[in-house]
């Protein structure tokens, strides 16, 4: 019997990659929103919620995995739960964010000085993540445009954040002006697709500026890093409440990731 010399199914297997981001990024965001609420010490009982809910999110997907090819039907019905329950968080989670300033004012500065109010729209994102690796094939040019959108809104998102973020500190350091530029560029890159019929040498130019992304929130990181060390303060968690928030930056090769994965979705149908 001849060998089967064709790649693992899992290196094959688009779905899953996708969920296993999904359940990494809930993770991720519990640890991300519990830092992000502890700075103000939970002054509403609300704030605990998103905590509670991505550590579930996070628990209940990773313990359905093994029931997608088992049990589809489960499979389906607790992500789509899970899904549709991220997006009514998440829109919630940006009014009360907006409530915290914005709509008593209505101006600029005080959006700016808000509470961020895209965050909760993260939960939104990997709530209509979970929908869509349900509803369309995943070998479907449909699936690999719904995966790049929701890439390219991160993007957008990114830049929202970058710039409204290091215009409290009026830009203080000139190099708070790359993730501006670089998520500006990211948009840029991955809208083209949506415009216009694109090529796989377009994908793999999209690739290097992904690439470019994934350097621009490692060195995001190092810096926040760096200045949360010399940021006053008694302890080392005292100061990353108070300084720049570490975990922002990383956010940058998290969607390259995402990203990377609609790319190559998208590589097959293309002439």
Request: overall charge neutral; some cysteine; charged content about 15%.
């Amino acid at each position: 019997m001849a060998a089967d010399l064709r790649p693992p199914r899992w290196t094959r297997d688009q779905q899953l990659w996708v969920e296993v981001f999904a359940a990494a990024n809930f993770a991720g965001l519990g640890f991300d929103v519990l830092l992000a609420h502890a700075e103000n010490q939970f002054r509403r009982e609300s704030e605990f919620l998103p905590v509670y809910f991505s550590l579930a999110a996070a628990v209940l997907l990773a313990a359905i995995l093994p029931l997608r090819r088992r049990s589809p039907a489960v499979w389906r019905d607790v992500g789509y739960l899970v899904g549709w329950s991220a997006v009514v968080l998440g829109g919630a989670g940006v009014l009360l964010h907006l409530d915290s300033r914005f709509f008593y004012e209505r101006t600029i500065r005080s959006l700016t000085y808000a509470a961020p109010f895209a965050a909760p729209l993260a939960f939104t994102g990997l709530g209509l993540l979970l929908v869509v690796n349900r509803f369309v094939a995943a070998e479907t040019l449909e699936w690999a445009q719904w995966v790049l959108l929701l890439a390219l809104g991160g993007f957008v998102g990114n830049f929202v954040f970058s710039l409204t973020d290091h215009a409290q500190n009026a830009f203080f350091n000139p190099l708070e002006w790359v993730p501006v530029v670089s998520s500006a560029c990211a948009t840029g890159a991955l809208i083209v697709p949506f415009l216009m019929r694109v090529t796989r040498p377009y994908l793999r130019l999209c690739a290097w500026v992904l690439g470019a992304q994934a350097l621009v929130g490692l060195l995001g990181f190092a810096l926040h890093v760096q200045s949360d060390v010399h940021e006053p303060g008694a302890t080392l968690l005292e100061r990353v409440l108070n300084g720049a928030p570490p975990m922002a930056p990383l956010l940058f090769p998290n969607l390259v990731i995402l990203a990377l994965i609609g790319l190559w979705a998208l590589a097959p149908h293309l002439e």
